[in-house]
């Protein structure tokens, strides 16, 4: 304001004084208009700020809307599964005291839980990611045309998956992508059917799900775990060319991470 009127003022002393000619309006016309052009110049430049700001904000919120429309793994029930794991690991270690002659047999054994152990530890640590909190009431309402939103049916399928109905929850996962091909949850969705068929024992199905993963979703978080994945399941199949090359390119590409410390344990067990 104090800039404004120490621009005007000169003109109207001008007027007052009789002595203004048309160039020192002009002069004083054209002051004032870059004065305003550069106002309206910062003005621009805040609000784009603000909007890149809004932008970022609201895909930050997504990602968290993500993770709180996935149902939480049971922390409890978990801890307690591992303990029993770790157990059964210290009885075998005292077998292998007591009878020397099965050390073989025993270590070999105790290898297998303790990968076990990690692969489960790890594995929750997707279910975390994308079950950090159950459903909230919100995600469960239904929009205007009544149908379940889309949170609350990717929710659902997970639920299903949790619950060990693998055949339903495929079923619900590839009915969410023929909705929802790209986009929020669909990455999640791909990589959830690979691990229908994998727990299921469809190793060679469960290997071109994961393979959708890596290829229609390269940026996903879960390209990692689908790589994996795919190794061990090629791994089971007798496979152990593939499954080398594919768990030595996950230590490759995602070094010091669970998937490459699981990657590293199985590549031990490949002569």
Known sequence: MKRSLSLILPVVLFLIA???TSS???AVRSQLNQQTDEKLAAMDARVTTMQKEQE????TLAVVRKGQANI???LTELREHLQQLRGQVEALKKETV???KKDDEYREKIDNLLLKINFIENFL???KKDSANDVDSSALSKDPSGKKNKAAIYATAYQTF???NYTKAREAFQGFLAAYPTGEYSDNAQFWIGECYFFEKKYE???LEYEKVTKKFPSSNKVPYALLKQGISFYNLGDKASAKLLLQQVIRDYPNTSQARIARSKLQEIK
């Open 18 to 20: 009789g002595c203004a």
């Open 24 to 26: 020192d309006l002009s």
């Open 56 to 59: 970022k904000n609201a895909a």
């Open 72 to 74: 939480s793994a049971d």
């Open 98 to 100: 007591r009878d020397s």
């Open 125 to 127: 640590e997707i279910g």
């Open 162 to 164: 949790k619950g060990g």
């Open 205 to 207: 199905k469960a290997i």
